[in-house]
């Protein structure tokens, strides 16, 4: 499996980014899709997670702010955010979670940064 994220930039306190990530290399619907972010010298956090039946979950930190969608035609899944703020900066990384074997698979990052 390979992924493949994009769509990271520098924006301002309470503008909108959104985030592609695109998968390759095994059957799209048999992953759940994630998208995680890290701080330096903090761990991974979990952001939000869809899967091929269409549940969505977010973590508190996003809810109401960040939208989380798959495309099962095109196999990909992007993270709209919205209202950004300056705790909203990291490094945003894309993972597929297989569902048969609960493999992670990770993408290579993407930096946002919320300037104020």
């Known amino acids: 499996v390979q992924l493949q994220a994009s769509g990271g930039g520098l924006v301002q306190v309470g503008e909108s980014l959104k985030l592609s990530c695109a998968f390759s290399?095994?059957?799209?619907?048999?992953?759940?899709m994630n998208w995680y972010r890290q701080t330096p010298g903090k761990q991974r956090e979990w952001l939000a997670a869809a899967t091929i039946h269409g549940i969505v979950n977010y973590a508190d930190s996003v809810t109401g702010r960040f939208i989380i969608s798959r495309d099962d035609v095109k196999n990909t899944v992007s993270l709209q955010m919205n209202s950004l703020k300056p705790d909203d900066t990291a490094v945003y990384y894309c993972?597929?979670?297989?569902?048969?074997?609960?493999?992670?698979?990770w993408g290579q990052g993407t930096q946002v940064t919320v300037s104020s």
């Open positions: 993972n597929a979670k297989s569902r048969r074997t609960n493999r992670d698979t």
């Open positions: 290399g095994d059957i799209f619907s048999s992953y759940v």
